[in-house]
């Protein structure tokens, strides 16, 4: 059942294509208004400007702040921003010793990720997750760098959605030089045709098509098929099946999606309006700018002032009949504060779809700590489910694919209990600042109590190590830095016994030996 055919792959790959279609249009204005140093769908000469549509940057720095900010709240460079931990159905009593020895690879793993590429290639993503869709391909590399990252720009890529409505097909255009294709695929059976092709004409561009899709034959086992096919000829290079979590290369992560509809819609358009009335608004006030500087004038018919030989210059002396107005300025039309106030009101716009009105005044002095932690709450608060796509499609795929290259290069062990995977908790300053949500409820029962019934009710109803733990969790503090459960028992014992000792005089007490 796993089995494809070349005509198969390239019949469902122009099906898929053909959905494609209707992004194109809307996907291209983005480019044009917002990204225009990117590669969008339509043909561009190597070297052609491709800024001439765009009168106001609102949009165009906007779309970096945004990226940039998402990066630091969801995955921030030379940070944590996700922990492997034990699930419920682990053994408490193995639980420590479990998580302790995660939080080893944990550690291993961002290493891995904090000496790549991962930075760059993530922040292309988040460019491109502006205007809804992003893929981010996840490959082996080599001895100095174990992992290798790629931002594939949306134009080269095509989607598909599988029965349960997620992307597990994915198809890449490239185009590729004749001589580099042994070198970027090594496991590929080559034709006598692209042989002879390579031969002949080594510089010259050959159509590739890389296919990742999920096969279905095993509902107990997660399998995936990645095909290399020569579009030009209509071969396969290369047939592989690869098995388990993590196994997919491509990781293609949307901001929010229509239903019905495979590629996602991102804060770029739903701001799209904005942007091109500011673009309106601007080219408008340019052209009035320009009537102001130059003027513009009228004249008497008087067969004295030819138009066609005045120059406008300091010190001409224009002719004119006796009795006649000669040149008469007209005062410009249009009102320069009533574009202003349209203007302003659509840059903030623009700022509010792209989150970027939560960065505060750059003229006022830095924000204090407490400050960025309620920014990072209320942007959380504001992307709430677009965050939710963005764990359960992006962070999750990603590292269980950095934990499966790993794992197959023998780099890392991941201990299961029972059989089963550790579980990924993002621990980045957006799951953070959800976090402090149950801090505060907890903080805020814990003075209603102690107010109402007072601080002694507290000692008999809650348990303070208990609750000294979910605050650790909550703050994400790594497992290493936390005693385990034995320990812990140790010294509760040994206080006891020290104050036995105290209360039976055997051991002078805090006070006396201060004293």
């Not at 990066?71 to 010793?97: C, H, I, K, M, Y």
């Not at 005044?361 to 924000?367: F, L, R, V």
């Not at 963005?390 to 299961?416: A, C, D, F, N």
Request: net charge negative; glycine share 6%.
């Amino acid at each position: 059942m796993h089995e494809k055919t070349v005509e198969n792959l390239l019949q469902n790959f122009e099906r898929a294509k053909s959905h494609r279609l209707h992004f194109e249009d809307i996907y291209d204005e983005i480019y044009d208004f917002c990204l225009p140093q990117r590669q969008g769908f339509k043909t561009i000469t190597i070297g052609e400007r491709r800024d001439d549509r765009i009168f106001d940057e609102t949009a165009v720095v906007g779309i970096q702040e945004f990226a940039s900010r998402l990066q630091s709240g969801l995955t921030p460079n030379f940070a944590r921003w996700a922990d492997f931990v034990t699930g419920q159905e682990v053994p408490e009593a193995e639980r420590d010793d479990v998580n302790n020895a995660l939080d080893t690879v944990t550690d291993y793993v961002f290493e891995i990720l904090q000496t790549s590429n991962f930075a760059q290639e993530i922040h292309e993503c988040f460019i491109d997750l502006a205007l809804g869709t992003a893929v981010l391909c996840v490959m082996e590399g080599d001895a100095v760098n174990p992992i290798r990252f790629q931002s594939i720009p949306l134009p080269h890529v095509v989607l598909d959605t599988g029965p349960d409505g997620k992307v597990d097909h994915v198809y890449r255009e490239r185009s590729i030089k004749n001589e580099d294709i042994p070198v970027a695929y090594p496991n590929a059976v080559l034709t006598p045709q692209m042989l002879e092709r390579i031969t002949r004409d080594p510089e010259g561009k050959c159509k590739i098509l890389e296919v990742s899709c999920k096969l279905y034959d095993d509902p107990n086992e997660e399998k995936y098929g990645f095909y290399i096919i020569d579009i030009t000829d209509k071969e396969m290079l290369m047939s592989e099946i690869y098995k388990g979590i993590g196994s997919n290369p491509f990781i293609a992560f949307r901001w929010s999606k229509a239903s019905g509809e495979i590629y996602g819609r991102g804060p770029a358009l739903n701001a799209l309006s904005a942007i091109k009335t500011c673009n309106l608004t601007i080219e408008m006030i340019l052209e009035n700018a320009q009537m102001a500087i130059s003027g513009i004038y009228q004249i008497d018919d008087d067969g004295v002032i030819n138009v066609d030989t005045i120059n406008l210059v300091p010190g001409t002396v224009i002719p004119k009949a006796p009795n006649s107005q000669g040149l008469q300025p007209i005062r410009a039309a249009g009102s320069f504060d009533v574009a202003n106030l349209i203007l302003n009101d659509m840059r903030n716009n623009i700022k509010r779809a792209l989150y970027n009105d939560m960065l505060g005044d750059p003229n006022k002095t830095p924000a204090s700590a407490t400050e960025v932690a309620e920014r990072m709450a209320d942007l959380s608060r504001k992307i709430g489910s677009a965050f939710g796509r963005l764990q359960s499609e992006m962070v999750q795929p990603l590292l269980q694919r950095v934990v499966y290259i790993l794992q197959k290069q023998g780099r890392i062990e991941i201990p299961t209990v029972n059989g089963r995977e550790v579980k990924i908790r993002s621990v980045s300053p957006l799951a953070q600042a959800q976090s402090n949500q149950d801090i505060v409820s907890l903080n805020r029962f814990l003075q209603t109590v102690a107010s109402s019934f007072g601080p002694e009710i507290l000692n008999i109803l809650i348990s303070s190590e208990e609750t000294a733990l979910f605050l650790a969790k909550k703050f994400g503090v790594p497992d290493n830095l936390i005693r385990d459960a034995d320990e812990r028992q140790q010294l509760v014992q040994m206080a006891q016994q020290v104050q036995q000792m105290q209360q039976q005089g055997e051991l002078p007490n805090a006070a006396t030996l201060g004293g």
